[in-house]
């Protein structure tokens, strides 16, 4: 089978042209040892990028949410037409009752960062009215569409940020900055590329780390899994930070933690 071949059948697709080439590779190398049928290759390898970007999003989202940006150049209130746009993504829309707070906590542990990397930020950065600061913003994501978004979005508020469309678990962020945000992240770094969490939180070139977990799996019924998750990557983290604060908001676990030796 040529993996290439391959790679670009999924690219076809509508629900996966707009992921990042790499990605759909990388997938498709560690599948490919599994399955002898293209068919069943394809599969997998679509119920992978499932599990770590199509759960979250519909391509519908997508389109409204170009409808949103242009709309913030007349839009008054910035803050509710943020909050429309984090609606449209499972992860964001759970926190924008609490962005405030959770910000607040945040900097009021850290102090205020000179720069932030999101890394797969998702919808994230629309949040930036909540941090109400100017702080060089970096975020990275395998959408495309988002990314331009999100540039768009940086541009039309004239704000220091710049979105950029990579995979970070096989292209590694080289950027040096006071904190990182990595939220809900670590579970897929271990869906994509079993056992590179370790590897990743070495590599990452910052004072502090923000990362979170869900309380619960996206159809509320796997409530074990943040148990799970605790067990699996607190000895992790530990190994590369210090554990400064944890804070539950809504269904998610955060967890700041600052660079150890
Ligand atoms: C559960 S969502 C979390 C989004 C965001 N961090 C948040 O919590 O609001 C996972 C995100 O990871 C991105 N993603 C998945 N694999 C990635 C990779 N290898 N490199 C960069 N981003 C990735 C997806 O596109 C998606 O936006």
Same mark, same amino acid.
């Given at each position: ?29 560690r599948?490919?040892?599994?399955y ?13 990028l ?25 839009? !008054?209130?910035?803050r /509710? %037409?943020? =909050?429309? &746009? ?11 009752? #609490?962005y405030? !707070?959770l910000?607040? /906590? %945040?900097? =009021?542990? &850290? ?11 998702? #919808? ?6 909540? %941090?109400?600061?100017l &702080? ?10 988002i990314?331009?978004?999100?540039n768009?979005?940086f541009? %039309? ?5 710049l979105a ?36 990743f939180?070495k ?59």
């Open positions: 089978m040529d993996i290439y071949e391959i790679v670009t059948e999924v690219l076809t697709s509508r629900k996966y042209k707009d992921i990042c080439r790499d990605t759909i590779l990388e997938i498709a190398k599948e490919q040892t599994k002898r049928s293209k068919k069943l290759l394809i599969k997998a390898i679509k119920n992978k499932h599990q770590v970007y199509g759960a979250f999003l519909s391509k519908k989202d997508h389109a409204r949410l170009y409808e949103y940006l242009d709309r913030i150049k007349e839009e !008054e209130d910035l /509710e %037409i943020c =909050s429309q &746009i984090l609606s449209l993504h499972i992860s964001t829309k759970e926190r924008i009752s #609490f405030q !707070e910000y607040d /906590e %945040i900097f =009021s542990t &850290i102090g205020v960062p000179e720069s932030i990397i999101d890394i797969a930020c998702g #919808f994230n950065p629309f949040s930036i009215p909540w %941090i109400n600061k &702080i060089n913003y970096l975020a990275y994501d395998i959408d495309s569409v990314i331009d978004a999100i768009r979005f541009q %039309i508020i004239k704000y220091p940020g950029i469309n990579q995979d970070v678990i096989y292209n590694s962020v080289k950027d040096n900055t006071d904190v990182a945000f990595a939220f809900k992240f670590l579970p897929i770094i271990e869906q994509i590329k079993r056992g590179h969490t370790q590897e939180l590599n990452l070139n910052v004072k502090f780390i923000v990362v979170s977990f869900p309380l619960r799996s996206i159809s509320g019924r796997k409530k074990g899994m943040f148990y799970h998750y605790q067990e699996m990557f607190k000895p992790i983290l530990v190994e590369h930070f210090i554990f400064v604060k944890e804070i539950v908001m809504g269904n998610e676990m955060f967890y700041i933690l600052r660079r150890g030796n």
